[in-house]
């Protein structure tokens, strides 16, 4: 899992937050897809090119091993002995039919690799209730059930001349055909997404059984499909197949596949579509952050990541990186903290630069992330907004005033231009939450809180509270004071990053 794929995971992570947020029943479904390339090139090494199946270092994590090492130097060997190219697509078929030693071996590296992404994705406090996994929705026979809809309601037709003769297409607006079954019966990408998508929406009857797969970060159970019973599938778990909008959340390289399968599935269904596709860009990085990672790209601004070549920064790395410049400046700022403590509030930073750096941006734009810019204390940064609240509880620490006694001011006494600037942001919060929710925006939340972090900066900088020699004035800017961290506190946990009261 590389820095990349993270703007996937948060970006899924934050709209799920916003959508619970306004009172919508969300569940998050993890599509893993282990009947690719990645999973068969990774069989080939182990099985065949003999590599060890634990990391020659101890303190290297399995994904990590399987990506840097197996994944990268098989597909070396590759260019070097193109006879291997039939392993490959032999272990392919046999991962695809399931019932072989191959596919049994593949299962198992597949839920190793699965795991550590996992925890990964729950450092970065991630979460999921489902995983879906392609090889249980094409054994299925899901896609036999779907394919005869489509027959039925004529959204397929078999091509009888030209280059697509034999093949089953679907027929597009522009006149172009898309390909969903070849001639020899083998199936497209495409017609794999199609039946979950489907069953997603409840077009379809569920064929799948479930079982607990683990016991997550905020102690909520990540459920996993199966095709067999087992000792607890029995146990209550949500409906997963009946949604009323599906949002895919999945890279602009998939725009023209998506827009397929949601006009399909409006044909299917004989209404408007409620399916969804939110697209993004990729992430590169920064010339400054590259070299500071060890690659070298030249004289180029930026650089693209490549699993294949092995042209890319793992996310733990980099999330270890963070947390490491994050604990020089913390320990600088605060030498007599415990050094629990400090790593505590490190990762706390760490994670809330990469959030907010991959939610910030609009959907549509390159983002080029660079670890020194993400992690400063000024400008247009996550912990830029966690030093706002820092410095906002420092003051109703030492104003040592009960709660209950600002709580219940005169805000009348609220009279310069920069106080009500900081009121008025605080007012607007549910609208921000509205539109984002109405818009799947995760962005406005984010510019939002920049927004509201930048009002109190300046009421911070020009506005006395504790100095103030008015009483009462002092109680209804500590009131103001006490609001602005509620509020900023929520839109944090939005875009889920932790208000901290130390930096």
Not at 229 to 242: E, L, M, Q
Request: aromatic letters at 10%; a neutral charge.
């Amino acid at each position: 899992m590389h820095v990349g794929h993270l703007r996937n995971i948060v970006l899924g992570d934050t709209i799920y937050r916003i959508l619970q947020a306004t009172n919508h029943k969300v569940l998050v479904l993890n599509y893993i897809d282990n009947l690719g390339l990645q999973v068969a090139d990774l069989v080939v090494g182990f099985m065949f090119l003999k590599f060890p199946l634990e990391s020659p270092d101890k303190f290297t994590k399995f994904d990590h091993y399987c990506g840097d090492e197996v994944y990268v130097k098989t597909n070396e060997v590759y260019q070097n002995d193109p006879s291997l190219e039939k392993e490959r697509r032999a272990v392919l078929r046999e991962i695809e039919e399931g019932s072989s030693h191959i596919a049994e071996f593949a299962s198992k590296i597949t839920t190793r690799v699965l795991t550590e992404q996992l925890n990964t994705c729950w450092r970065m406090k991630c979460r999921y209730d489902l995983l879906n996994f392609e090889s249980h929705i094409v054994l299925s026979n899901l896609w036999n059930r779907v394919f005869e809809i489509l027959k039925e309601k004529e959204i397929v037709t078999l091509e009888t001349q030209g280059k697509n003769k034999g093949c089953w297409v679907i027929k597009q607006a522009n006149g172009e055909s898309k390909v969903l079954v070849r001639s020899d019966g083998t199936l497209t990408y495409i017609a794999k997404d199609i039946p979950y998508a489907t069953w997603k929406l409840g077009i379809v009857r569920d064929p799948f059984y479930y079982y607990k797969f683990a016991v997550q970060w905020d102690d909520s159970i990540l459920w996993a499909t199966t095709l067999t019973p087992s000792n607890n599938s029995h146990d209550r778990h949500p409906i997963f197949n009946s949604a009323d909008k599906v949002i895919t959340v999945i890279d602009s390289r998939q725009s023209r596949l998506q827009t397929i399968i949601s006009q399909v599935l409006s044909q299917m269904e004989d209404k408007s579509h409620r399916y969804y596709h939110l697209g993004y860009e990729t992430v590169t990085l920064s010339s400054r952050t590259a070299k500071m990672l060890g690659l070298d790209i030249g004289d180029k601004q930026s650089t693209h990541m490549s699993g294949r070549k092995g042209h890319y920064v793992n996310a733990d790395y980099v999330l270890d990186k963070l947390h490491g410049k994050a604990y020089e400046e913390v320990r600088q700022r605060n030498c007599s903290l415990s050094e629990d403590l400090l790593n505590q509030i490190s990762e706390e930073i760490a994670i809330c630069a990469i959030r907010y750096n991959l939610i910030k941006y609009d959907l549509d734009k390159i983002i080029t992330f660079d670890i020194l810019e993400s992690l400063s204390l000024e400008g247009d940064t996550g912990p830029y907004l966690q030093y706002a609240f820092a410095r906002a509880q420092r003051i109703l620490e030492k104003s040592e005033k009960p709660e209950q006694e600002y709580l219940e001011t005169n805000v009348g006494l609220l009279t310069t231009d920069l106080e009500f600037k900081l009121l008025k942001e605080i007012s607007k919060f549910d609208l921000v939450m509205e539109e984002s929710a109405t818009t799947i925006s995760p962005k406005l939340v984010a510019r939002y809180a920049h927004r509201l972090a930048t009002a109190f900066n300046l009421f911070y900088e020009r506005i006395p509270v504790l100095r103030e020699p008015n009483k009462e004035v002092v109680i209804a800017r500590l009131a103001l004071v006490k609001a602005f961290t509620i509020t900023l506190k929520n839109a944090l946990g939005v875009l889920g990053i932790k208000a901290i009261e130390r930096m």
